[in-house]
Nanobody
Framework: QVHLVESGGGLVQPGGSLRLSCAAS????????WAWYRQAPGKQRELVAT???????NSADAVKGRFTISRDNAKNTVFLQMNSLKPEDTAVYYC?????????WGQGTQVTVSS
């Protein structure tokens, strides 16, 4: 079992930055891929960025060049650095960990980009 807790969301003005954190506990050695997803009101959940066990990263075209996923293995934490935020980035952001058998999710953290 893996338990994920996100933090770092909030209200920010357009052009601002936020860093989301995902604190993981439990059988984290089983996780092959870590990811951040987001879900805006009335829209489907969408993939934002991924980082593999080997450290390879990828991000959605909508956030490429603005968002960066990273992890701190010593602290069992995955981060999402979000720069140059836009109103369309407003959503609930979810941390996700995928093992061979299970798909784990956090409870989500709200990010609102508004002036």
């Amino acid at each position: 079992q893996v338990h994920l807790v996100e933090s770092g969301g909030g209200l920010v003005q357009p052009g601002g930055s936020l860093r989301l954190s995902c604190a993981a506990s439990g059988s984290i050695f089983s996780i092959n891929v870590w990811a951040w997803y987001r879900q805006a009101p009335g829209k489907q959940r969408e993939l934002v960025a991924t980082i593999t066990r080997g450290g390879n990263t990828n991000s959605a075209d909508a956030v490429k060049g603005r968002f960066t996923i990273s992890r701190d293995n010593a602290k069992n934490t995955v981060f999402l650095q979000m720069n140059s935020l836009k109103p369309e980035d407003t959503a609930v952001y979810y941390c996700n960990g995928v093992s061979n058998l299970y798909d784990y999710w956090g409870q989500g953290t709200q990010v609102t980009v508004s002036s």
